[in-house]
Each structure stands twice: as structure tokens, then as C-alpha cells.
């Protein structure tokens, strides 16, 4: 049986971590699969540079066409990151009947539609499960699900940096600013942590999930997004007061055709499972009408998760090789995409307030959202020390968030209010 | 292109749940798989019975043969239940070269070597991912995972019965008896509860992962078991008050190709995801080489989880079938099985102790445990009421399984011992 043939582009931790995973499973491999693999050609940016693993340096090059090109290599393998370059090589390595496995989120998150519709036209697999929480089977077994199930609603935990932050503030009730720079430190955060902190990674994730989950074209933009840079200690601690634990999570959901996109820092009752996910952990909770609450828990990064998942891709590849069967990966969207207005979208919320310590500014509050409809699970006031001034932190029941963000305008005009401090979604009270 | 054919064997809340599934789902169905699938006969044990789904009565038979050797039937869909006259027709459908999908772990767990082997002889499909944790998809994720990690450990909340009454008693601090009395109202547990209560189900289902993830031929009797009906409200008080939850897990383990596969009331520390894993939810912990730890939550039985699941095996077997490559489902077990030894088995362990309340009783007990090399981690003593005796309750750090329990019977020779009222492992602590 002949050998299938792969060509990886970059040769950082992952692409050796590839390299290593199919060196030492050949055995386990050529039983999944039936015939052996081999690594025929590797872009690098310099082939002299000294490397942690051995490979053979005839196989290396620094021009990217020797890749795509090689009449023999059956399948790409894409590590070196990178949007707009990468995404013509891509392109260009699908017209020539390359198959493809990526872990590059963000061009998935962009160009994913284009790229899976090219694969398809060309007969070509493009697999990416790598690129959303790479430790966790996610985007398999949404598409096995999906065969018998509805999915109505996902959640996720889906960015290790920023859950790493927020699970160190909330332990340690430390700022902030001090958890980023021993983020930094450790290695857990880049040092422009920008695209991580601002929860744009988040974003990314999440609008390939929604894609998928709902067979529909969701944009990047169409997710609305809110990092976590402004989150404080005190709403942390106010927050556990109440029972929640506060998170960076990506919701995407749908209700009769329309669906809502969105990452911003979230409240859950402690005892939700996505409360628990801790440190660098990732998961998604999926929830299906037939099989109901799911929830996949591990690793979100890590260059040998990343890896042990390209590989499962490529195992996949191979298989739909010999089956004959390639170029199905991507499903058409089968539904236009609608997304949800502000009216539609409902969700509970917590309010942390500074007001005027004096008779009926309560009232004055209170009146601002039973205008609305909006009423309060939740209420605790305390005397704020040195002001004359009170803290109150409220957790409505659910409103609109058309509703929620006019309420908000107007108290900030409230004289009695000194100034809004906060505002966080509460999600998880109940089933869903 | 031709319909294939399935024949059902049983048609209960889970086999019209499957029923359904396929009437409402064609248009997706023949989206993944090409082909149109059709019911075709459904073995049922009274034609007349008015049922819940409208069924064409010209297809249920109370005659196995008419299912089991229709030459138009590809597959047969096992949810019937039962184990001897079970196997017995399944041989006969496998050796018919009919395709077998089951949700029947004790069927699973006693023949499961014996059908997998029939199947790949006649070179037939046979998949039961129901059978375990029906609402997730942890086989299937094994086999994917298997083909580039090697899995070192499996920790599993696999019995929901089990997992409802642990929660309720660690929740309202209710005695066991009661709790169980109100998971029969509830229909959570059954009439007769021993299969679930002793940890036989749960011990089935570990037996399945471990022949699975391990590739050995691990047996039913090779599980160490032992179930929940002796765990008293005061053990888990106790066990809170030292920061552990309580949980029947079910453990396999693998080091230096021996295994340990066992069954028993575990303390876990809070913080563990499993610790999280309430009510009738089930998960499964699993730990690989390269990719670290990943949790797999969800519902473990209901019948449209379990349905789902069906429909997925499903789904897997048609596409075999068009590809030409059934009858590989089953990996014949790599490895010899080799079963660790109580010397072997190291673990921590928590003790409960009535002892007298007499000078010198405490370093009596202490030095039983030096003898072996035992160290405590935590130890608790309080006085008891109206007696005069003290409680102490004991952590220790890891031991042999077989040292602790000479401990054990040497601490139920001592003078001072009034009695050992309860012994737990306890699991958990640091990264696995």
C-alpha cells in the first residue's frame, strides 16, 4: 500500500509536536488507516536553525511552493499562523488538490467560509478542529450530532488566558493589572495581550462554533464582544457575595431561525458546571433538544493537545482518502443567517451603582426599571466608607437588552446616582 | 440509491425514541450518509399494545427470526435488554451478516469479547456507545483519540442513580435510606436498586472503557466493587468538613501494562471538575499522554440521549457499509491482560474511628501506621457525645491497597479501637 504524504507548513512547538505524534504511532496509524504516512516536505523560515527534534534537513525548505507543489503530498498541514499570506497558500494548495488541516483560528474565523467552499469545489477536506480549544473534541462531535439533534445553545469557555486571569483575581482577590503581569511571567499571556484580554480570541472561536452548530454564514462581526480589562476586584468579590463566579464566556444561541453571537464577562451561580473550569482550562456546554445539557472539558492550547488533535484531523483526512469520499467537510450553511436584535436578546443582569446616601434614591432607581418591566432577584446595599455615598449591586430579572441598555442611560442621568460602576450578564440560573 | 434497512429488537421509550429520530431526521440523515433509511421490521412482545409513537402495525412481529434473518435488513438495532437470549440472537444476526448496534452494557460487559470477535469474523459492524454514559460521546472519543495518545487513566461518574442519591445526601444532609426511598418516587432509581446501589452497573461500564481505552481484555470480574448502600450521612459531614465531595467512581488505570479497574465510594477534592458532577449527570475523566486532561459531562441515560446515541452508532455503521469498510469496529486487544495486585494499587485513604478516650490511645493507632510507612495528610479528632469515646478521622497520604487493609484488621485487634466505622479512598488530589 502506498504511503499518504504530508507536507507541514511551519515547524514551531506544534508542527514538531506533529512531527514527533506520527514518528512514534506509525504502528497505531497504519492500523486506523491501513497504509503509512510520511512527512515529505516542511516549510521553515531558516533550515540551519538548531531545532528540538531530529529531523532530516533535505526534507526542509524556506519556499513555501515546494510545499504546496510536491506532485506527491497528499495533504497540508498549516502551523505557521499568519491570515492573509496564509490563506493564499491555502487557497492555492486546495485548487491543486491538496487536502488541508489547520489549527489557525483566526483564519477560520475569516476566511472560513471562503476556504471550505473552495475544499469543496476542489473535492478537498479541510479540517480544523485544532483551532477551537485544541485539547477538546468540540467540532467533531458537534457535526456527529448534529446528524440527529437540534443544537439550540452553546456556551464557552473557550480562551485560556483570560479564564486564567479571572480564576487568579477571584482565588486571590487580586487586581487586575498585577494577575496580567504574572499571566505574563508565566507564559500564560502574550505580552500585547490585546487580542486575548479584549476577548477578540474569544470572538473568533465562537463565530466557528456558531457557524457550524447552526449551518449558518456567522461573520466575526456579528459577534458582539467585551473583554475583561475592565474588570475589577470588587466586582469579583461583589459577585461571589451573591453566589456567582464571573467568567469570560462565549454564548451562542438560537431561537426560531435567528441566532445571538457574543463573548463578554459573565456571572454564573457557582454551582453551574462551567463555574469550575479553572486556570488555563477550556469547555463548551452544548445543548441539544434530544441529548440535552453536554458539557467537554480540557486542555484550550498547548502544543501537544494541538497536536494529538492536527493528527486526529489527518487521521480522518486519510481515512476519507482511501474511502474515496473527500472534498465533504463542508456542509453547505443550509440557513440564511439572521441575527438576533437588542430587543430579542434576554438575559438577567448585575448592576453595581454608587449613589447618593440620601431619601429615596432607591426609589428614584427602582422607578428606572419598573418603567421597563424589568423586577430584581437580587438587591444588597452598603454604606461605602469616607463618601458620603452608597453601593448598590443589583441582579435583575431577565430584560431585553434593548431595555437593559436604555435603563442604563437614563440612570447615569439620575441625579441621585453618582456613577454606573458596572454592569455584567448573569446566565445559568435555571436549566439553561 | 437504495434504502438500508434496520430491524429493531425491542421497542420501549428508547427504541421508539430511535424510531423518531429516524422519521424526523431524513432529510439529515441522507445529507451524512447518501442513502434513504428505513425501518423495516420491529420485534416487539404484543402486536395490539397501544403505543405511544404511531407505528405501522404490519411491521412489528413478536417472531425474532422475522427481524434477525430478513434478507432486506442491514442492521440491527438491539434495545431489548436482557443478556443470555440477548446474545444468543445477536450471534445469530452477526453471523448472519447482519450489522449489530446495542445500548446493552450488561449484554457489553459479560459478551462483549465474544461478539466483537463474531463480528469481525463475519465482517459486520457492532457499536455501542449507548451502552456507556449514553449521553456522551466518550467511545467514540476514546477510539479517535487512541490512534495518537496512549490514555494513562479513566475516572468516571457512570452510574446516575448512584450520583442523584450522593447529591442529595451531601446537599439536605439526608440519610441514605431516605434518599433512596425518594429516588424510587422519582423513578430515578428502580424497585430493586442492588445492580445500581452495589456499583455492578457502574463496574459494567468500567469494564467496557477499560477493554476499550487500555486494549485488554478486561472483565466484569476483574472490577473491584463496592457500592454506596453502607455510606452513612455522617461519613460525608465529615468528608465536607475536610473539603471533600463525595462520589461512586469508577477508576482504571494503567502503568507499566498492569491495570486497576475498581468501583467505590471516592472523596474528591471540591475543586475537581468531577466533584461538580451532580445530581443524575454522568461524566468521564480522561487522562492521555499528550493531550492531558479532558472531561466529557452529560446526561447518562434518558431515552432520547440514548436514542441519539443509536442513531449516531448508526449513522457509522451505514457509512461502513457504503464504503465497503465494515467489520473493523473491532480492534482485537493489543495487549495481554495483566491485573495489578493490592501491592500495587497505591491511593490515599480516609478513615472514621471510635476510639476510647484514653491516654496513649491516639500514638497506639498512629504507630500502626508507621510500622508500614504511612504518613497522614489530615487528621480530625472531636469528642462524642454522651459516650466516652472520641471520633477521629483520618487522611492519609498514599499506601499500598494491601498494607492499608492489614492496618485496617491490626486497628480492629486494638484494645483502644472501639471501631472502624468507615474507610474511603480518596482521589484527586494534585493533577490526577
Known sequence: MNAIHVGLLGLGTVGSGVVQIIENHQDKLMHQVGCPVKVKKILVKNTEKARQIEVDKNILTTEVFDVIHDPEIDVIIEVMGGIEETKTHLLEALKAGKHVVTANKDLMAIYGTELLSVATENGCDLFYEASVAGGIPIIRSLVDGLASDRITK??????????????????????????LKEAQDLGYAESDPTADVEGLDAARKMSILARLGFSMNVDLDDVRVKGISSVTDDDINYSKRLGYTMKLIGIAEEEDGKVEVSVEPTLLPEAHPLASVNDEFNAVYVYGEAVGETMFYGPGAGSLPTATSIVSDLVAVMKNMRLNVTGQS??????????KSLENIYAQQFLRIHVKDEVGAFSNITSLFTEKGVSFEKILQLPLKNENLAEIVIVTHKASQHDFEEILQKLNDLEVVHQVKSTYRVEGNGLV
Chains 1, 2 share one sequence.
Open 330 to 339: 463542508a456542509l453547505a450553511p443550509q440557513y440564511k443567517k439572521q441575527i
Open 154 to 179: 452553546m456556551m464557552g469557555i473557550v480562551n485560556g488566558t483570560t479564564n486564567f486571569i479571572l480564576t487568579k483575581m477571584s482565588k486571590f482577590g487580586s487586581p487586575y493589572d498585577a494577575v
